[in-house]
């Protein structure tokens, strides 16, 4: 029982850090649909989204790749993690060719179909399961539930 509550006041404290992260995820797959047209999405394509990831800040900059990266781990606290890909201007080249390479294969790998296939599947029949990009800058947006649950997995499985 006394576990039971611990691991229950672990899991509130989770999800209130999930309330207060500067980062509001966007679920490219919601069954609500995805609007690339919402200023909070920057005009987004759910091709665009699934090729590379996203970001668009609270002034309304869009970023891609590696500066994704960089800009959300800034934003909670470990930007000194990729400092490297700025201070030393031919390590954030390499990072980038890097970047590239990996989201080209990222679905290959994560569900077992090429991102043209994938971005195919969808253009034609729509499809449910949750791809994330993300907006930095903002609240995170905690309507969308499945987006929800995976971060809270994320942290319990971090734990």
Aim: net charge negative; charged share 25%; proline share 3%.
């Amino acid at each position: 029982e006394f576990l039971d509550s611990v691991q229950k006041s672990n899991r509130q404290q989770q999800q209130q850090s999930l309330n207060t992260l500067p980062i509001r995820f966007t679920d490219l797959e919601s069954t609500n649909g995805y609007d690339s047209t919402l200023p909070s999405n920057g005009g987004i394509t759910y091709a665009q989204g699934m090729k590379s990831f996203h970001a668009v800040t609270s002034d309304g900059r869009v970023l891609h790749g590696v500066p994704v990266f960089r800009e959300a781990y800034e934003l909670v606290g470990l930007g000194w993690l990729w400092n490297w890909t700025v201070d030393a201007p031919w390590m954030g080249k390499v990072a980038n060719v890097f970047y590239d390479l990996f989201a080209r294969y990222r679905t290959d790998i994560t569900r077992g179909s090429p991102v043209l296939e994938l971005i195919r599947q969808y253009e034609e029949e729509g499809r449910t399961e949750a791809v994330l990009s993300f907006s930095v800058g903002e609240k995170k947006d905690v309507s969308c539930r499945s987006c929800e649950e995976k971060f809270a997995d994320t942290l319990t499985n971090k734990s």
